[in-house]
């Protein structure tokens, strides 16, 4: 079974940067598609970012492309998500997640794509 583990979440100013890691045990991410997604309380998850199990296929939404870089370290078997030039509208819990299914431009951004969640690391950024 596995276990996602998310850290580096905290509070930051305006146009500040936060990196956030996701640690998996018990699979290894190589063989995984894996993304972040955040979610505001009383609102719906959305993906932030996604990167492919080869690795090569990274994808991120809109609202945080140029300023968000998702990556992976297969010797740590994790997830990093470096987030620049942060806003107010950044602020939620991010979550980590995983799939076995290859994720393309057509599913990376559905909750229904990914099988396994971490508990989620809270980031809030002051105006």
């Known amino acids: 079974q596995v276990h996602l583990v998310e850290s580096g979440g905290g509070l930051v100013q305006r146009g500040g940067s936060l990196r956030l890691s996701c640690v998996a045990s018990g699979r290894a991410i190589r063989d995984h598609s894996m993304a972040w997604f955040r979610q505001v309380p009383g609102k719906e998850r959305h993906v932030v970012a996604a990167i492919s199990e080869s690795g090569r296929s990274l994808y991120y939404a809109d609202s945080v492309k140029g300023r968000f870089r998702i990556s992976r370290d297969i010797v740590k078997n994790s997830v990093d998500l470096q987030m620049n030039a942060l806003e107010p509208e950044d602020t939620a819990v991010y979550y980590c997640?995983?799939?076995?299914?290859?994720?393309?431009?057509?599913?990376?951004?559905?909750?229904?794509?990914?099988?396994?969640w971490g508990q989620g690391t809270r980031v809030t950024v002051a105006p």
């Open positions: 997640a995983m799939t076995q299914v290859s994720i393309f431009s057509g599913n990376y951004d559905s909750l229904e794509t990914y099988h396994d």
